[in-house]
């Protein structure tokens, strides 16, 4: 095989557009988000919301003024302050396994994109096993992202649901633009390994 084929392109163009974004989604703090329905006292309206990401958990509290509160601890330490995260104090193993799942995801996912751009630019690697080594790596990217955030879906609604005062009507959470664009970075990366499949038969 000597030349670029629209097959590989493509490929190439959707592992890169999923890296970049499975990349923003891994490192910034919003991959959950909830917020408390705003109380007053006389004049003053507050509003808390609290922002859950693989990293770091945040809390904000605006006072629709001067005041506002921003404060984030790392979700790497063992002991989080109940103010800043009230699903929970103590970072669970299901948080802890999302973590590794999404790290282990991220190794995978940077190896598979540079062997993919070389695969479509470099002409002395474009042979079979190559292309079968790059394959594995893309499908193992995939799949641990995909995992991750399955698990972290499922994990989070089940506390938010379970914890006493969060799971009303007056009160809203959902999962956020992080983890959008953590499963779309793994989906993006699924699909470049599906096009990239079927350069295997130019071979």
Same mark, same amino acid.
């Given at each position: 095989?000597?030349?670029?084929?629209?097959?590989?392109?493509?490929?190439?163009?959707?592992?890169?557009?999923?890296?970049?974004?499975? +990349?923003?989604?891994?490192?910034?703090?919003?991959?959950?988000?909830?917020?408390?329905?705003?109380?007053?006292?006389?004049?003053?309206?507050?509003?808390?919301?609290?922002?859950?990401?693989?990293?770091?958990?945040?809390?904000? !509290?605006?006072?629709?003024?001067? +005041?506002?509160?921003?404060?984030?601890?790392?979700?790497?330490?063992?002991?989080?302050?109940?103010?800043?995260?009230?699903?929970?104090?103590?970072?669970?193993?299901?948080? !802890?396994?999302?973590?590794?799942?999404?790290?282990?995801?991220?190794?995978?996912?940077?190896?598979?994109?540079?062997?993919?751009?070389?695969?479509?630019?470099?002409?002395?690697?474009?042979?079979?096993?190559?292309?079968?080594?790059?394959?594995?790596?893309?499908?193992?990217?995939?799949?641990?992202?995909?995992? +991750?955030?399955?698990?972290?879906?499922?994990?989070?609604?089940?506390?938010?649901?379970?914890?006493?005062?969060?799971?009303?009507?007056?009160?809203?959470?959902?999962?956020?633009?992080?983890?959008?664009?953590?499963?779309?970075?793994?989906?993006?990366?699924?699909?470049?390994?599906?096009?990239?499949?079927?350069?295997?038969?130019?071979?």
């Amino acid at each position: 095989m000597g030349e670029v084929t629209s097959t590989s392109l493509t490929s190439c163009l959707c592992m890169l557009l999923g890296t970049a974004c499975f +990349g923003v989604g891994f490192f910034i703090s919003y991959w959950f988000d909830f917020r408390y329905r705003p109380y007053g006292i006389g004049s003053t309206v507050h509003e808390d919301r609290y922002f859950y990401g693989l990293w770091q958990i945040c809390h904000e !509290r605006s006072n629709k003024g001067p +005041g506002d509160v921003f404060e984030c601890s790392s979700a790497i330490e063992s002991h989080i302050e109940p103010y800043i995260s009230p699903l929970f104090t103590v970072v669970p193993d299901w948080y !802890r396994a999302v973590q590794a799942l999404e790290a282990i995801g991220l190794i995978l996912t940077a190896t598979g994109a540079l062997c993919v751009l070389l695969f479509t630019c470099v002409k002395r690697l474009q042979f079979p096993k190559f292309l079968y080594s790059t394959l594995v790596l893309c499908s193992l990217a995939a799949l641990f992202i995909i995992i +991750g955030v399955g698990l972290f879906a499922g994990m989070v609604m089940d506390r938010t649901e379970r914890t006493s005062g969060i799971a009303t009507d007056k009160n809203k959470y959902n999962l956020s633009w992080g983890y959008a664009f953590t499963t779309g970075g793994g989906i993006l990366i699924a699909i470049a390994t599906i096009v990239l499949g079927f350069e295997a038969r130019n071979l």
